[in-house]
């Protein structure tokens, strides 16, 4: 039986790993689907303190796999499709069909992209609408796209799809932006940037490819077409929960629930990062709650006499 697995491999899995793998408790990783979180996603990170010049994402979270591995900690690449407790501990049904068990559980499985939930978008997925324009910006190379959000993610993809697209046009369903005010600035005084305020797509129009949206202007109703090339989808995240419910404690919109000590309401198992986290949703925070849900663990395991 592990000592301790941590579910997730972004900075909040990686920073819980580093503290655990430090208190030689040999952590064990399991990747998920999405292997280093959301900042393998992202372009630039110029807010995480220590790098004075920004550093890329997926630099950034490499770099806390490599100091977790220094210290012990080990990687699977697999998926957890079920969580149950059991004598002195928990078992993890994992994709492969592989059964885990372990003391004690950190959970940082972080969040997952949210989409729109038109058929038109799913008919399109991976043909000209997607969620990450790091992933996928480069094929829009003179031409024109379509960003959907008003928030500090939809700024960044909007600014990243600059260095290809000919236009870019963000649509937001309110007329005021969420994004931080440095965000808001770069974004509106960029020569390609455009915004349709009040507005929503209700429906992906293409052939093989998308060549348009139909937007519905939510003050006035009326629906128009707008032509473009790419949609590219911002519009917040959802947490990665699916295995613990009914289980573990969960809010209305399914974000882990944790006490300010990582706790969730099963002893032994702690929250890290975006999955429990419903307001700051940082990299520096999520790095934080991974710290902290491994000192807890390390007190739970010399409580219950597991060294
Ligand atoms: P967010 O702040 O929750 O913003 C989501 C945006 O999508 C909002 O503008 C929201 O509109 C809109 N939206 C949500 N559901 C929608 C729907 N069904 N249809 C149309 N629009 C919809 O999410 P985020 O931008 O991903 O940011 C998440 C967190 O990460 C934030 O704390 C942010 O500061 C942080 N972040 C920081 C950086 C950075 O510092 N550079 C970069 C990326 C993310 P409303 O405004 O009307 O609710």
Request: with cysteine; aromatic share 8%; proline share 2%.
């Amino acid at each position: 039986m592990e000592k301790v697995i941590i579910l997730g491999t972004g900075v909040a899995g990686c920073t819980a790993a580093i503290y655990t793998a430090r208190a030689n408790l040999s952590p064990l990783l399991i990747s998920g689907p999405e292997d280093g979180g959301q900042l393998t996603l992202t372009t630039e990170v110029e807010n995480f303190p220590g790098f004075p010049e920004g550093v890329e994402g997926t630099e950034l979270v490499n770099r806390c796999k490599k100091q977790a591995e220094r210290f012990g900690a080990k990687f699977k690449t697999d998926i957890v499709t079920k969580f149950q407790e059991i004598d002195d501990g928990f078992e993890l049904t994992l994709v492969s069909g592989e059964k885990l068990q372990c003391h004690s559980l950190i959970v940082a499985t972080g969040a997952s992209a949210r989409w729109l939930g038109l058929e038109s978008e799913e008919k399109y997925k991976g043909r000209g609408v997607s969620t990450c324009a790091t992933c996928d910006g480069a094929f829009y190379k003179n031409k024109e796209v379509v960003v959907i959000g008003g928030g500090d993610s939809a700024m960044e993809e909007a600014l990243f799809l600059t260095k290809f697209a000919t236009k870019v046009t963000v649509v937001h369903r309110r007329d005021t932006l969420r994004a931080s005010k440095i965000m808001q600035e770069r974004a509106t005084n960029h020569e390609k940037i455009s915004f349709i305020w009040d507005s929503e797509i209700s429906e992906v129009v293409g052939d093989k490819f998308v060549t348009g949206v139909k937007l519905k202007n939510l003050k006035t109703n009326e629906i128009t077409d707008f032509k473009c090339d790419g949609v590219f989808l911002a519009i917040g995240h959802i947490p990665n929960t699916k295995p613990f419910i009914g289980k573990l404690e969960l809010d209305e919109q399914g974000y882990l629930k944790a006490d300010r000590f990582m706790h969730t309401n099963i002893p032994g198992v702690f929250a890290a990062g975006d999955v429990h986290d419903t307001k700051y949703r940082q990299a520096i925070t999520a790095a934080g709650m991974g710290c902290q849900a491994a000192i807890e663990v390390e007190r739970y395991l010399t409580h219950k006499g597991i060294e």
